[in-house]
C-alpha cells in the first residue's frame, strides 16, 4: 500500500494541534466553477484532508462567510474576490500558474485559504501544493506563494507496446494495454495521472517511439473511443494525450502507395486522420515522431529530409492546435566498425543543425541529454547549441535502462541538473540548456522536457521503490530546473517515508550517493557502453566493440578511449562553442570523467587525480563494489522505522545490487589486467 501511494501518501497528522488546525481551515472547499480539473482538484483536496485529518470537508459552490474555508478558483472568470486575491501577482503566473494565499477575514469573518490558478490546471497545482504543505507537516497560516512552471511542456513518454510489454521496462507489464488492446479497468491509468499531475506533468504519449504494426492502428477509428477515454482519464488531471505515429501510416493503414511528405495524396491523407483524431479527442495533443532511426521508416526513404518530414505532420495538426514532436536520436545502426572515420556522437548535430529554421512553429525538436543514448556518463548533446530558430525540448531517461534497471539504485536528479544546469555558450556565457529548453533563450512558442517513464504494473510502480524518487524528480524539474537537488530528494523522502530525520539522513546519503556509485563500478571515465548487448544488464567489456551499433572504446592492450578531438580524431568536439570545445579537445584540460569519451590515452596516462588510468579503473572498481555493499548497511539502520514490506522490498533490491556490484567489479578489473598487464598497485588482483 505505501508503495503504490508513492509521493501522495496521506498519513494522519500526528500532532494533535497541527491536525485541528489543518481541520480547521479546510472545514470546506469552495468551488464555484464545475470544471472537470477543478472538480478533480477539490475532490483531490477533500480526500488529503480526510485522510489527514480525519474531517471531511464539504464541497460548496458559495461560501459561508462565517466558517474557514479554502476556495479554489481561475483568474479573468468574472468573480472578483478570485482576482483581486491575485493582484499584482497575476503577471507572473503565465497560463499555468497559481498563488496559494490566506486572506484575512474582515469583521468577524473567517480566514480563508484561496487557490487562483491562472487556469483550471493552475489551480489543480495550487491544490496539490497545499496537499504537499500539509504532507510536510508545515504550517498553512500566512500562506503566500506564488509559482508557474518554467517549461511549457512537461512531458512523460510511455514505451509501451499493445502486446502489454514495455521497451526498456523494468517495473513489470505495461498499465495501458494487454493483448493488444487496452486495459478494461483505466483505475491504475487515473492513479498514474493522479502522481504525475501532481508534480506538475501536463503531457503524455502512450505508447512506444518504435510503433509496431497493432500501434499503428491507434491512430485509425478503430481506438477513437478507447482513445478519448484515456484523453478523459488524464484530461481530468490536466494532461494531454499524444500518439507515437509511425512515418509510414499512409501505407500500413492508409492503403496508400507512398508516405513521401511532398505527395498530395499524403498530406490530405494525414489532415483528414488529424481532423478525425481532433473530432474524437477535442483535447488530443499531437504526435511523436521517431524516424528514419534504428529501421523505423522516414522521410530519407523518399529522399526527402526531416523538415520536410515533421512540416508534412505539423500542417496536419495546426488547425487543431496540436503539435510535432519530432525525435532527434537518429543515426546509423549499420556503422562499419572498422570505418573510424565515422562517430556516431555526432550525427544528431549534423542532421538537424542544416534544418535549423527550416521547421514549422508547431514542431518541437526532442533530443537526448547526451549525444550517444542515457549512458551512466556522457556530455551533453552539442546539438542544443546548435539551433537557434527551432523550438526544442530535452529529452531525459527515467527508465534506467543503462543504469541498474531499477535493480540498482541509481537517483537520477544529479545527472539531470548537470544536463540542465551546462552551458552551450551559444548565446554567450549562461546559455545553460536549461534555458535552452525551456525556450527562453531563443525566446522560443515552445520549449520543455520529455522523458521516458519507469512504471510498469508492479506493486510499487516502479519495480524499485527508490526508483520511484527519479519519477517525482523529473517531474519536479520540468516544473522548475532550478529547484536544488537536495530539495527534490528531502521533499520526495517526507512525502514518501514520512518525516523521520533518521529515515531522511539516511535514505537522502542512499539517494544522493548512487548515481556515483553506479558509475564507479560500472563505466570508468566516460567511456560507456561495455554492457551486455540486447537488454544492456550486466558487464560485458567487448559486448558492442565489434558490431554495427558505432559504440566503441577502442581498448587494446596499450590504451583505451575514443578520440574525438579536432586534429587527430573524429572531429566531434568541433560541435560545440568556445570554450567547451577547447576544454574537452585538450587532452590536459578534459574533465576526467569524460576523458575516454574524448580521448584515447595510454593506461599509463596520468588524470587530474594524479592516478594513471588503469590505476583509476581498478579503485573505482574496488571502491564502488565496497560502496554498494554499504548502501545496504545503511538501509539496515532504518529497520522499523518505515513499512516493514517496503523495506523489505528495498533490502533485497539492495543485497541483489551488493552481489553484482562483485560482478562488475570482477569482470572489468580482470579485462584491463589482462589487456595491459600492468599490476594494481594495491594488488588486489588474483587473477
Ligand atoms: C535506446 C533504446 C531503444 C530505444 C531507443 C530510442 O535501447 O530501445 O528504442 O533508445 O530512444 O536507448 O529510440
Redesign the pocket.
Known amino acids: 500500500k505505501t508503495s503504490y501511494e508513492a509521493w501522495l501518501r496521506y498519513e494522519a497528522v500526528e500532532n494533535d494541534a497541527l491536525r485541528a488546525n489543518y481541520r480547521l481551515r479546510c472545514s470546506v472547499i469552495v468551488s464555484a466553477e464545475q470544471t472537470k480539473v477543478l472538480g478533480t482538484a477539490a475532490k483531490e483536496l477533500a480526500e488529503a484532508v480526510q485522510a489527514m485529518t480525519g474531517h471531511v470537508p464539504d464541497i460548496a459552490a458559495i461560501r459561508d462567510r462565517q466558517i474557514p474555508c479554502v476556495i479554489i478558483g481561475v483568474l479573468g472568470r468574472g468573480d472578483p474576490e478570485i482576482d483581486g486575491t491575485a493582484g499584482p501577482d497575476a503577471d507572473e503566473l503565465g497560463s499555468e500558474g497559481y498563488v496559494l494565499r490566506t486572506l484575512k477575514g474582515q469583521q468577524g469573518e473567517a480566514d480563508c485559504i484561496a487557490i487562483v490558478g491562472a487556469s483550471d490546471r493552475g489551480a489543480l497545482y495550487g491544490a496539490f501544493h497545499l496537499i504537499r504543505i500539509m504532507q510536510m507537516r508545515d504550517s498553512i497560516e500566512d500562506l503566500h506563494i506564488v509559482e508557474h512552471p518554467v517549461n511549457g511542456l512537461r512531458m512523460i513518454n510511455q514505451?509501451d507496446n499493445m502486446d502489454g510489454t514495455i521497451?526498456?521496462g523494468y517495473a513489470g507489464k505495461s498499465i495501458f494495454y494487454r493483448n493488444n488492446g487496452f486495459v478494461e479497468d483505466f483505475t491504475r491509468i487515473r492513479d498514474y495521472a493522479r502522481l504525475l499531475a501532481s508534480t506538475g506533468i501536463n503531457a503524455i504519449t502512450i505508447n512506444?517511439?518504435?510503433v509496431h504494426r497493432e500501434e499503428t492502428n491507434l491512430i485509425t477509428a478503430e481506438y477513437e473511443q478507447t482513445l478519448s477515454k484515456a484523453a478523459d482519464a488524464f484530461g481530468a488531471y490536466g494532461i494531454k494525450l499524444f500518439l507515437s505515429i509511425n512515418f509510414a501510416s499512409p501505407i500500413a493503414v492508409g492503403g496508400l502507395q507512398t508516405a513521401d511528405p511532398l505527395d498530395p495524396a499524403v498530406r490530405s491523407w494525414w489532415t483528414e486522420r488529424a481532423s478525425e483524431l481532433y473530432r474524437a479527442i477535442p483535447e488530443f495533443g499531437g504526435f511523436l515522431v521517431?524516424a528514419d532511426?534504428?529501421f523505423?521508416p522516414g522521410p530519407f526513404t523518399y529522399g526527402r529530409d526531416h523538415a520536410d518530414g515533421a512540416n508534412l505532420l505539423a500542417e496536419a495538426l495546426a488547425p487543431h492546435g496540436g503539435v510535432v514532436i519530432w525525435?532527434c536520436?537518429v543515426y546509423n545502426c549499420l556503422q562499419d566498425w572498422r570505418d573510424r572515420s565515422t562517430d556516431r556522437a555526432k550525427a544528431a548535430y549534423d542532421h538537424f543543425t542544416p534544418l535549423d529554421g527550416r521547421f514549422a512553429d508547431n514542431v518541437i525538436l526532442q533530443i537526448?541529454n547526451g549525444p550517444m543514448?542515457?549512458q551512466v556518463r556522457e556530455p551533453v548533446s552539442p546539438l542544443f547549441g546548435g539551433l537557434k530558430d527551432t523550438n526544442q525540448i530535452l529529452?531525459l531517461?527515467i527508465t534506467q535502462?543503462?543504469t541498474g534497471q531499477q535493480k540498482h539504485v541509481c537517483y537520477l536528479v544529479p545527472l539531470w541538473k548537470e544536463v540542465l544546469d551546462f552551458d552551450t555558450y551559444a548565446a554567450g556565457e549562461g546559455s545553460t540548456v536549461a534555458r535552452i529548453a525551456s525556450g527562453a533563450l531563443h525566446n522560443r512558442s515552445y520549449g520543455g522536457l520529455a522523458a521516458?517513464s519507469n512504471i510498469g504494473d508492479s506493486a510499487c510502480w516502479t519495480g524499485h521503490p527508490l526508483s520511484q524518487a527519479n519519477l517525482y524528480g523529473y517531474g519536479r524539474l520540468a516544473w522548475n530546473p532550478a529547484l536544488s537537488t537536495e530539495q527534490i530528494t528531502a521533499e520526495w523522502i517526507r512525502l514518501s517515508l514520512g518525516s523521520d530525520p533518521m529515515v531522511e539522513d539516511v535514505v537522502s546519503g542512499i539517494l544522493l550517493r548512487s548515481w556515483g556509485i553506479y558509475e564507479s563500478y560500472t563505466s570508468p571515465l566516460g567511456v560507456g557502453w561495455m554492457v551486455n548487448p540486447n537488454h544492456?544488464y550486466g558487464p560485458n567489456v567487448d559486448g558492442y566493440e565489434y558490431s554495427k551499433w558505432g559504440t566503441y572504446h577502442f581498448a587494446d592492450h596499450q590504451g583505451i578511449g575514443v578520440d574525438r578531438t579536432i586534429g587527430t580524431g573524429t572531429g566531434y568536439t568541433a560541435q560545440y562553442h568556445s570554450p567547451q570545445r577547447e576544454l574537452y579537445d585538450s587532452l590536459e584540460r578534459c574533465p576526467d570523467e569524460l576523458l575516454l569519451f574524448y580521448h584515447h590515452v595510454p593506461y599509463t596516462h596520468v588524470l587530474h587525480s594524479g592516478k594513471t588510468v588503469i590505476q583509476h579503473i581498478y579503485d573505482t572498481h574496488f571502491e564502488g563494489a565496497e560502496a554498494a555493499a554499504a548502501l545496504l548497511e545503511a538501509w539496515q539502520s532504518i529497520r522499523g522505522r518505515i513499512d516493514e514490506a517496503y523495506f523489505e522490498l528495498v533490502a533485497s533490491r539492495l543485497s541483489e545490487q551488493r552481489e553484482h556490484a562483485k560482478e562488475w567489479r570482477d569482470v572489468i578489473n580482470t579485462y584491463f589486467f589482462r589487456k595491459s598487464g600492468i599490476a594494481d598497485r594495491q594488488d588486489r588482483l588474483i587473477y
Open positions: 514505451w521497451e526498456r512506444n517511439v518504435n521517431k532511426s534504428e523505423r525525435r536520436f537526448k543514448d542515457f529529452e531517461q535502462e543503462y521516458v544492456h
